[in-house]
C-alpha cells in the first residue's frame, strides 16, 4: 500500500507562516514529483507547488514569493514553506504524488488532507 502522510497544518495569523510536509511510503518503484494542492470550501481544488525529482519547481501565481517547496535528499517527503499567509490561503491542503509503482504503472495519489487557516 502507498501512503502519503501529511503534517504540519493548523491556525496560524494573518502574516504568519507555516510549513508543511509530507512523507510518501509504501511499495513505490519511483517518484516522479510530489507537490501540494489545495481546496478552498466551494471551490474546486487548485495547484499550489510542485517538485520533481530532478529538483524542477513550479508554483501557481497566487503563491510565489511566499512559498518554497523542497525535498529531503531521499526525496520521498516535501516540505511547503508558506510565509505571509493571507486569509484567502485558508484551505485544506493536500499532498499529491505522481508515482511509478512498477517499471510500466504510473500513479497518482493523494494524502489525506490538512486544514490550514488564517485569521486575521
Known amino acids: 500500500q502507498v501512503q502519503l502522510v501529511e503534517s504540519g497544518g493548523g491556525l496560524v495569523q494573518a502574516g504568519g507562516s507555516l510549513r508543511l510536509s509530507c512523507a510518501a511510503s509504501?511499495?513505490?518503484?519511483?517518484?516522479?514529483?510530489m507537490g501540494w494542492y489545495r481546496q478552498a470550501p466551494g471551490k474546486q481544488r487548485e495547484l499550489v507547488a510542485t517538485?520533481?525529482?530532478?529538483?524542477?519547481?513550479n508554483y501557481a501565481d497566487s503563491v510565489k514569493g511566499r512559498a518554497t517547496i523542497s525535498r529531503d535528499n531521499a526525496g520521498n517527503t516535501v516540505h511547503l514553506q508558506m510565509n505571509g499567509l493571507q486569509p484567502e490561503d485558508t484551505a485544506v491542503y493536500f499532498c499529491?504524488?505522481?508515482?511509478?509503482?512498477?517499471?510500466?504503472?504510473?500513479?497518482?495519489?493523494w494524502g489525506q488532507g490538512t486544514q490550514v487557516t488564517v485569521s486575521l
Open positions: 499529491y504524488g505522481d508515482l511509478r509503482i512498477t517499471r510500466w504503472e504510473y500513479r497518482d495519489y
Open positions: 509504501g511499495n513505490i518503484f519511483s517518484i516522479n514529483a
Open positions: 517538485i520533481t525529482t530532478r529538483g524542477s519547481t
